[in-house]
């Protein structure tokens, strides 16, 4: 005797997967970085980058890579951030994290004016995606 008592379901999953075709874009220099540490070097006479667009929340590295003292001051005189002569020596670091989106313009007070000399400017924006 042949007495059929299962019941067969037939679930058919269909995935149709597309990840094909990575677009890498390893050269893009100006740094846009997510949760990162994003260098930028104090070298006699400039900063390295010049400029640099961050998300929020990256941790800026700010290092003295030359052989004189520097600082990095706000260029529209604020002291919410930065680092004074004394603590940016050579060889020294200075980090902050910038949560806040907007432009930060800086300049270092013994070689530059807020608008010219050893300057630069840090953008920080949330990517649209
Ligand atoms: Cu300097």
């Known amino acids: ?3 059929p008592t299962t019941l067969v379901f037939g679930l058919a999953f269909v995935v149709v997967g597309c990840g094909g075709g ?3 874009e390893d050269d893009a220099p100006g740094a ?3 949760r990162v ?3 930028i070097q104090a070298i006699d006479n400039t900063f ?3 400029a640099a667009t961050v998300e ?3 941790e ?3 290092s003295n890579g030359g052989r004189n003292d520097h600082n990095v001051l706000p260029a529209d005189g604020g002291d919410e951030w930065g680092v ?3 603590d940016f020596g050579p060889g020294d670091e200075y980090r902050v994290v910038l949560t806040e989106p907007g432009t930060y313009p800086y300049y270092c007070s013994l070689h530059a004016t807020p608008t010219a000399g050893m300057i630069g400017t840090i953008e920080v924006a949330a990517s649209g995606s």
């Open 84 to 86: 004074a002569t004394e």
């Open 37 to 39: 540490e994003v260098q």
């Open 32 to 34: 846009v970085a997510d």
């Open 1 to 3: 005797m042949f007495r």
């Open 22 to 24: 990575g677009t890498d």
């Open 56 to 58: 929020p929340g990256t």
């Open 48 to 50: 390295r980058p010049e």
């Open 60 to 62: 800026l590295v700010f």
